[in-house]
């Protein structure tokens, strides 16, 4: 059950609140975030909700037969939208574009994307300053003299930039540097990161773990929200699975899926889902078709120099070109939507 | 390596070519289908291809890498296109929708969904008289006398079917009865029954494995075409992953892969890509996006009380929605092509 | 709900029961095999089951909550015995060894694999005349004079044997050369030919599909029992994963999963399982310990030169330090059994 | 390449050293654990090895195939040993047993379960304080609070415990209160972590990623050897795959290829690897078959009241039963290996 508290609400008036709850017997989570209060209470399925929403201080209440709750559409049914300002939204009703290399690597290559991405429109920058990498022999990143960098040349060109967290003590660190902080797959149930970024307001792009379900990518979602963070988007990125053809395997299902259990942006990372350069046009506009809010894919100015993940990068020309196919994609969507098809 | 042969090539020509092969140390097998005789010669590699090239007989050569080689777009760059007669073609330059139910189960069901079909422009229709079913207590279907019915009023409405064949005794029952073979995703490897359908003239619809990979994929269909009949249709269905939220992991990565290795066309069933009834559409259209040539959907008159797959299976209303979007999805996809975006 | 019926029933009396089954909505589906009749009856679960125990002809009745009835362990507890004459048991009580090569090759090979077996006190050969093969162009078996040779050798070295069976029209043909039939991986969902095996009076090795769950292999085992063969062994042999360091991954956790819900024996192929030769023996000792009835592993004269599964396949000398360590393993787990310790 | 320094090698001599390696176009990482100091040299292949050892200051030197290198069996061929004094090993040539809760609940619930492992002969206790949850609202553990009560006891009872620590800031907090760290199957590459955890002094249990393969097991054991800490146990505790029978897939296939690939010992954790209470035991017997070194399970006074995992803990009669089984089963590796047949 979601609470969501009048925003006027004394504390004392919540914690008298939250008492009368628990004598009810719910375990109750007090929740505040950029947007509102809420109280999540957990417990008997059997009382009077509208006993519930009749208490002082509370705005409206509803059930969730979610185990997740705050993230759950059966709460919130109208679709999260993320202001960036300067009219850059993230969410239902635009199709967002984030496009940028692996890894940060130099002034030089920064310099060259932005000038690729300012001219093909394209108004959000990825790149990775701390790099996870399975062999502690590989090129782990620049780290935060790179990020200050990034994010110094990003404000030049009008860029705002998504870039990887990987433990709890950066995400102090990088806050003044980032737009929106990116949680990699292998950090989808780093609890103590998701809790820590729960704290801080800027948006979270959380992607799914490497073999994580559609259930646990809300569960990791929730963390955050409760933690007081509600500018989430989620992000499928392809699972591990038997087939070897491809590097994962990109599971556009989880789309539709994610957009009827959430109203949370869901975005698909087509790079990752398929880890081969050529075939990453064709999954990103599928990954439109099935109804992502979002693209985010690799380009570099020489995909086969690039410091990690050349081989799923796209060249400038190829990424300009996927640039106009997504515009024209979502155009379709938008249509065929308008006209009752879809 | 496969040699195309000279159509006027004697059987004496023939068998002394494959005897000057074999004393090359390859082993040989010689193919015959609809279209042309070709020899597989698989053995060593460091072999002038030029003077294979020039034996008497031969019209080309080509070496293959891949272990599979008649399936291979190594070998054959142009797509197999195979026509039905009426104007009907399968494969690459065109967008194929075949749909219908699961299970054949009467006269009204199936004149019920023809008429449909063919005020919405479908031509092929498809329906399972012989049901693979895990257990041995559910409906197995209507059998041969099930599948009399419905090629017979097919003819009536003009439509053209799909449907699977189980075992080597049905082939033969079944041929006159049939104008698509369906080979489903319990019997990707089931080679005894892959040489049967080797041995006759009807093009076969090969659904991928619950767990198969690509590459058994084109093995199973290299089966078929060294058997002697090329008109084959690969089908992405689905495979068995760890999510539980739908009821296959639909794999779009295997689409634009399967394009680049193989000549064949390639077709997606949503259906059971993903199960979810509501979700079907979507992924329909993101598997034409993807680059698929064909989509293979089920839809009844009342989805509930469908013998089986009901859950994943389209009323009338959201089928007509579907081929209309598909057909301006698809259309959507050619201009991408023709303008070089994609 | 199953019904074993008095071994004297006669065939009216049967079919009155049937008919009063019927009536009170329950579908039957009379089964007799070798050991005795049953009736299947699935429906009404809120019926007094003492109601139907009491009708004529009826010697007990056993509710079956699981969906499938004749194999589950709900309705039999006590444990199925496969006896094959000369003292030979399969099956609870006993640990079963099942030993040869991979493909029959030729008799002098399968004379040096039988003196092995004799000498390490092997009373079970494994050998495949028809071999499913990814490739059309691999090596396919010796077929049916190769299964007759090797069943005419066997009989002279007092050897009983374990072979593959593909397809229906072999069931038949081989039927008087094989001891055990044996369905291969890709088989498990094979339903004619599971259908075809309950019609004949030989036992059957059912291995688990290369994707299947635990409720499929049961599923398919009822397939073979309703069909009016109760003599079934299951074998798992390894299930696919993502993990590539093996062939397939050897999912112990199925044997005593199994052990639970079926009154049926339980082998373990851990040749299949791991696929790597030196690693086949501790996870044979780890089957046995886990609960398995039976092991079976491929050996060869030179595994080096094997035409399949050289890579997994032990030679004699191995074969023979496995089979005294088996046995050994297997007699501590009776001892710790007696003991009350498992 | 790792080099092994002379342990009286001045600070100066190494700098040079690695000069000369990089001069040769090595990348050098210096390495120094608590038993001695390492370059790892990777680059070139084609240098003459024994030119690398002549250098002044190498002790030893070895080419390392993998790309894993200091827990590579190729270079170190002794299995490693951890020490944790009063005669309590871990690795080759013993079986650890390690039981405890999932949660450290209370010092009721730690007094009673070390009172069992005192009686039983189980000197590793196990149990979590910060409990890494899918759901906010679920049970987090007691935190450091608990750790000192849990630390303390165990002082008393004279047993060693085996705690798992989720973030770095733990890692300096937990310090002085645990002799093993462990690393959950959620942080298995949680790169930050393993980096601090090769920071100190204390040992480190790495259970293997939930879909993690046993080369990336490998890799981030290497993370903690690099690190400076080569303290490390692997341990294989069920992987994800579609199999739902089990919460897990116990992968004993792990078991002798880890062992056959490094020099660290390896244990395996059957309470998570199956999930399933009753069917524990047999897989913890079969681990040993496998050839494991440690068996990680879970024990509680009341299974069913316990806050977490109670589906797949022992109570203390079935864990005492275990303990016995545990011992005569490795017992009997231990002959056979003697004999020679394993």
Known sequence: MVLTLEPTLSADAQESLVAQLRELRFKVTPVRTQRAAYLVALGPKDVDIRRIGALPGVLDVHQVSDDYQLVSRKWRVRPTVIDLGDDLRLGEGTLSVVAGPCSIESEAQMEAVMQHLVQSGVRLMRGGVFKPRSSPYSFRGLGLDGLRDFYRLARQYGLRIVTEVMQVSQVEEMLDYVDVFQVGARNTQNFNLLDALGQVDKPVLLKRGVSGTVEELLHSAE????????????????????????????????????????????????????????????????????????????TAPVPERAASDGQQTLDFAESARLVEALQRTYLLRRQLAEDGLV
């Not at 963390?223 to 699972?239: A, T």
């Not at 990109?250 to 398929?274: C, M, Q, R, Y």
């Open 223 to 298: 963390y955050i929200f409760s933690g007081g963070n509600e500018h989430i988007i989620l992000c499928e990125r392809g699972i591990r699975t038997f087939e070897t053809a491809s590097r994962n395997t990109l599971d556009l299902n989880a789309v539709p899926i994610l957009k009827e259990k959430t109203h949370l942006p869901v975005f698909v990372d087509p790079s990752h889902g398929i880890g081969i350069r050529e075939h990453v046009p064709p999954l990103a506009l599928a990954a439109v078709m099935a109804g992502a809010d979002g693209i985010l894919y690799e």
